[in-house]
T-cell receptor
Framework: SQQGEEDPQALSIQEGENATMNCSYKTSINNLQWYRQNSGRGLVHLILIRSNEREKHSGRLRVTLDTSKKSSSLLITASRAADTASYFCAPSQGAQKLVFGQGTRLTINP | DAGVIQSPRHEVTEMGQEVTLRCKPISGHNSLFWYRQTMMRGLELLIYFNNNVPIDDSGMPEDRFSAKMPNASFSTLKIQPSEPRDSAVYFC??????????????FGPGTRLLVL
């Protein structure tokens, strides 16, 4: 298993703006997942993108994957106060376990 | 489905006491994961089970920690004796692992443990 590294560590934007978070990893993957953690809660799965996909959408979320650069990005459009949370990426080579990094702490200011 | 259920939600205990955390995974899931989260160390995988069998316990910090999964619907994480440095939020997650692995994990609400 490998760990993804999220960047930036913290991001603060105004409500309504778009938020972009990045994830880098080191070796080839089968898929990559993004999770959200609200303060005091467990992680919630947001989206899974497979290695043969380049982009995926889910509501206001857009995930891209560049396997040549070993990186992924998560874009949240038209941010809302409720999007304030930590966001984690989890690249997987097909192993059963996932390894989580430190995450990106996103703050949406009203 | 009720999701992953953890109990207790909060636990305050004194150093040296035994602590038992409980988890009920989502019905039909075949894998269960125990994590610990602290500000300093982030989210750490302690141990995971597949079909009730422990597969990887390399994250278990020391012999004071033990985990069991007697059946597909129940798991425990025990700390004996507990120490102040064990204070953390402990999460249980479950998943339906298929042949390829890397499937979505569903997390419980966590148990917030404070050891005085």
């Amino acid at each position: 298993s490998q760990q993804g590294e999220e960047d930036p560590q913290a991001l603060s934007i105004q409500e309504g703006e778009n938020a972009t978070m990045n994830c880098s990893y080191k070796t080839s993957i089968n898929n990559l997942q993004w999770y959200r953690q609200n303060s005091g809660r467990g992680l919630v799965h947001l989206i899974l993108i497979r290695s043969n996909e380049r982009e995926k959408h889910s509501g206001r979320l857009r995930v891209t994957l560049d396997t040549s650069k070993k990186s992924s990005s998560l874009l949240i459009t038209a941010s809302r106060a409720a999007d304030t949370a930590s966001y984690f990426c989890a690249p997987s080579q097909g192993a059963q376990k996932l390894v989580f990094g430190q995450g990106t702490r996103l703050t949406i200011n009203p | 489905d009720a999701g992953v259920i953890q109990s207790p939600r909060h636990e305050v205990t004194e150093m040296g006491q035994e602590v038992t955390l409980r988890c009920k995974p989502i019905s039909g899931h075949n894998s269960l994961f125990w994590y610990r989260q602290t500000m300093m160390r982030g989210l750490e995988l302690l141990i995971y089970f597949n079909n009730n069998v422990p597969i990887d316990d390399s994250g278990m910090p020391e012999d004071r920690f033990s985990a069991k999964m007697p059946n597909a619907s129940f798991s425990t994480l025990k700390i004996q004796p507990s120490e102040p440095r064990d204070s953390a939020v402990y999460f249980c997650a479950s998943s339906l692992i298929l042949a390829g692995g890397g499937e979505t994990q569903y997390f419980g609400p966590g148990t917030r443990l404070l050891v005085l």
